[in-house]
């Protein structure tokens, strides 16, 4: 199975802030068709997960211009520009390029 | 809108057996494949299986470790899913999330239902 190893694993981030998240897989993210499945969610407390990014870059439906994905082959990155108090939670890169997909063990964000 | 709505969850003993089901709407559902994670307490998400769609003839896949416990259907014409939960350990207990594949990524996601296994 492809390992997800997100880094840091707890964030705290000043209000307005930049703030970033590692993921790096086991194994290269590139499928077959050059396509990289790999997609960042994010938990805030008491919530059910949520789609903030999928193809390594793409902005869901309705998620904010502060949240940018980048990266390829192994190394990914989730940026927010400026850090809200509604950013807090908990942010899972997930792999679907191999068979089991698999997440990372989570980043939790948290204001100082 | 999207919704997916799952229920069935509850406390069960050890070795026990549980149904969850996942009811969808605002899609065509027979076109997505829907998959099954689960989060333990306090813990990460974790992927159980999937039933792919009509497209793909409803296969279904696992997790290893659920492997001949656990048992994916679909009901297209009632637009829901379930998961049947034989055998189960106290390792299962979770809160059990069905989400839509959509473009290999989950685009939405149920609020879950909690399977407690205790004696």
């Known amino acids: 199975d492809v390992v997800m190893t997100q880094t840091p694993l707890s964030s705290p981030v000043t209000l307005g802030q930049p703030a970033s998240i590692s993921c790096r897989s086991s194994?290269?993210?590139?499928?077959?068709?050059?396509?990289?499945?790999l997609s960042w969610l994010q938990q805030r407390p008491g919530q059910p997960p949520r789609l903030l990014i999928y193809?390594?870059?793409n902005r869901f439906s309705g998620v904010p211009d502060r949240f940018s994905g980048s990266g390829a082959g192994t190394d990914f990155t989730l940026k927010i520009s400026r850090v809200e108090a509604e950013d807090v939670g908990v942010y899972y890169c997930?792999?679907?390029?191999?068979?089991?997909?698999?997440f990372g063990q989570g980043t939790k964000l948290e204001i100082k | 809108e999207v919704q997916l709505v799952e229920s069935g969850g509850g406390l069960v003993q050890p070795g026990g057996s549980l149904r969850l089901s996942c009811a969808a709407a605002?899609?065509?559902?027979?076109?997505?494949?829907i998959d099954w994670v689960r989060q333990a307490p306090g813990k990460g998400l974790e992927w159980v299986g999937r039933?792919?769609?009509?497209?793909?003839?409803?296969?279904?896949e696992y997790a290893a470790f659920v492997k001949g416990r656990f048992t994916i259907s679909r009901d297209d014409s009632k637009n829901s899913l379930y998961l049947q939960m034989n055998s189960l350990r106290t390792e299962d207990t979770a809160v059990y999330y069905c989400?839509?594949?959509?473009?290999?990524?989950?685009?939405?996601w149920g609020q879950g239902t909690l399977v407690t296994v205790s004696s």
């Open positions: 989400t839509r594949g959509s473009d290999w990524t989950y685009d939405y």
């Open positions: 605002g899609f065509n559902f027979s076109d997505h494949y």
């Open positions: 039933s792919k769609n009509k497209v793909n003839s409803y296969i279904t």
């Open positions: 194994q290269s993210l590139v499928y077959t068709d050059g396509n990289t499945y």
């Open positions: 193809k390594t870059s």
């Open positions: 997930v792999q679907a390029t191999q068979f089991p997909r698999t």
